[in-house]
């Protein structure tokens, strides 16, 4: 709103005819125009100011109305170049447009200034967890752009950033849907809403919001960065370094998407050695403490995933360390993970309920931790993780479906475990996991040709996944086949290795094949994996 020690004089002397008092409120009217309007009209809004200024100078009016448009000048100047640095999204550039801002705000207090420097604050104190004073300026701001009623998206978006800061996810979620709702579509909104989403684990909500603002504000950075987020944290890892891809194009120094991709790559199998360089490369400068933080996080999970469990559970101290000893529920499921690993089954449920807790609305909170149970062969852990998920919800979900079916199984319960096998390919006859289960279960009863006909399309669906050969190489053992029994085992040995799999799962290709090799009486064949599998096993 106007600021009243930069209004025009009101000498009656210079009001002739009125036409001074007529041109003050039509440069009053411009101002409430300026604060709203979109950024392909702020030109006009200027070139606008600047003429009505010459009419009030013609009028008499002469220096108030001088210094005003020297005034609106500067603003625009400021929001024009600030929204240009801030389309780079980087933590240099936000602290560049904090100074810019700055200054000119010791000028003059307008409100698209302050909306703007409201969010400027509030992405280094919450993003980028920047101390000092940015937090107590990040809610000054935010307040006063409130109280002006400042019609901004930067506002919005601020407000919505402050909010999931402070863990109300669901109140910022509700607030930001409003705005939309009453017709606001800036990308900033949409980006907020789905951060928003997102904090509550509502990741399939988060992803359609996420994409709908990658679309609407391509120039920047850090809206095709949060979408391959919710893209990573569904595992949807190939899709997440397309996206984190897209942000490095933007700006090739932002650093937090430069080590999402080198994460997305790790977990979709991409050597850990490259990936952990990557990162070093990423932290080249001076990162902020977020940015910090994240490195650790992903080094962590790398660490994890190759089988150095120690490593990981440092990285992940550091991480919290770095954040101010703040977690969420993406180190929670990493911690539990880690002591699964370790056989520490209580620390391991105590950390995912951990998880849960934080992210109620997030079914990989409990997915994650059934599929790892199975996987160290422990149904009725498994089971209790399935449970937990449907204590307070409907059972809708395919994948929920085809966990229980390998929970059932373990448990030695086949025709439970068929039943939910069928369960999940009614929903999705695709769905990849329940048909292997029920291939296993055929394998079980040793109906060889059905049960290779569905382990084949397995195969096909996942070209690159050891798993079904892996069982079919177990059933061959079943069939005192050990030729093609360590066939298999071997070529589920090479796609493991191929696509980088954790060492858990080489692990017991390998001894499948020892076995197998052992049967066949290839005795070096079978030292050789026996070997292997000692090494891999030093791993800690």
């Not at 601020?158 to 979620?173: H, M, S, T, V």
């Not at 942000?247 to 080590?259: C, P």
């Not at 520490?344 to 934080?358: L, P, S, T």
Request: glycine letters at 8%; a neutral charge; one cysteine or more.
């Amino acid at each position: 709103m106007a600021n009243p020690e930069s209004t025009p004089s009101q000498d009656p002397k210079a009001m002739k005819n009125g036409k001074g008092e007529r041109s003050a409120a039509l440069m009053a009217e411009l101002e409430k125009l300026a604060e709203v309007a979109p950024e392909h009209k702020r030109s006009f809004v200027k070139e606008t100011a600047a003429f009505l200024a010459f009419l009030a100078v013609l009028g008499g009016v002469y220096v108030g109305y001088k210094t005003w448009a020297k005034q609106a000048g500067q603003v625009f100047d400021t929001l024009r170049e600030v929204r240009d640095i801030q389309r780079q999204d980087s933590y240099d550039k936000l602290k560049e447009s904090k100074a810019k801002l700055e200054e000119t705000m010791a000028v003059k207090q307008e409100g698209r200034l302050v909306s703007l420097l409201a969010e400027t604050d509030v992405l280094l104190a919450c993003v980028h967890l920047e101390g000092g004073d940015t937090r107590a300026d990040a809610e000054k701001w935010t307040a006063k752009a409130a109280a002006d009623d400042v019609l901004r998206e930067e506002r919005y978006s601020a407000e919505g950033y402050l909010k999931i800061c402070d863990g109300k996810a669901a109140e910022a979620e509700e607030y930001l849907a409003r705005i939309l709702n009453k017709g606001a579509s800036q990308p900033r909104i949409y980006h907020a809403l789905g951060l928003a989403m997102m904090a509550q684990g509502k990741l399939v909500e988060a992803d359609a919001v996420l994409k709908q603002a990658a679309e609407k504000g391509p120039g920047n950075p850090r809206f095709p960065y949060s979408y391959g987020e919710v893209l990573l944290r569904q595992g949807q890892y190939w899709e997440a370094v397309q996206q984190y891809t897209r942000a490095v194009n933007i700006n090739g120094s932002h650093v937090m998407a430069r080590v999402g991709k080198a994460l997305a790559e790790g977990m979709a199998g991409i050597s850990a050695e490259k990936v952990l360089k990557d990162i070093e490369k990423a932290l080249e400068g001076a990162p902020s403490q977020g940015e910090k933080a994240f490195a650790q996080y992903a080094r962590a999970e790398i660490a994890v995933r190759s089988g150095f469990l120690d490593a990981g559970l440092q990285f992940l101290a550091d991480s919290e360390k770095q954040a101010g000893g703040k977690s969420d529920a993406r180190h929670a499921l990493l911690r539990g993970k880690i002591a699964a690993l370790k056989g520490d089954e209580a620390a391991a449920n105590k950390a995912f309920d951990d998880a849960a807790k934080r992210e109620p609305g997030n079914s990989l909170s409990y997915f994650m931790p059934a599929a790892l149970f199975i996987d160290l062969g422990k149904g009725d852990a498994a089971l209790a993780r399935l449970q937990a998920y449907t204590k307070n919800r409907n059972a809708e979900n395919p994948a929920y479906f085809a966990l229980l079916g390998d929970a059932h199984a373990l448990r030695g319960k086949a025709d439970d475990a068929a039943k939910a096998y069928q369960q999940a390919l009614e929903k999705d006859e695709g769905n990849v996991r329940a048909t292997m289960g029920t291939g296993r279960l055929l394998l079980e009863k040793k109906k060889w040709e059905e049960a290779g006909a569905l382990l084949e399309k397995v195969s096909t669906a996942w070209p690159n996944n050891g798993d079904p050969w892996f069982y079919m190489g177990g059933a061959y053992i079943e069939q005192k086949d050990p030729g093609y029994a360590a066939q298999m085992s071997d070529k589920a040995v090479e796609l493991y290795k191929k696509s980088n799999a954790e060492p858990r799962y080489l692990i017991r290709a390998l001894k499948l094949s020892a076995k197998a090799h052992e049967m066949a009486k290839n005795k070096k064949d079978a030292e050789e994996r026996v070997k292997a599998i000692q090494e891999l096993e030093k791993i800690k």
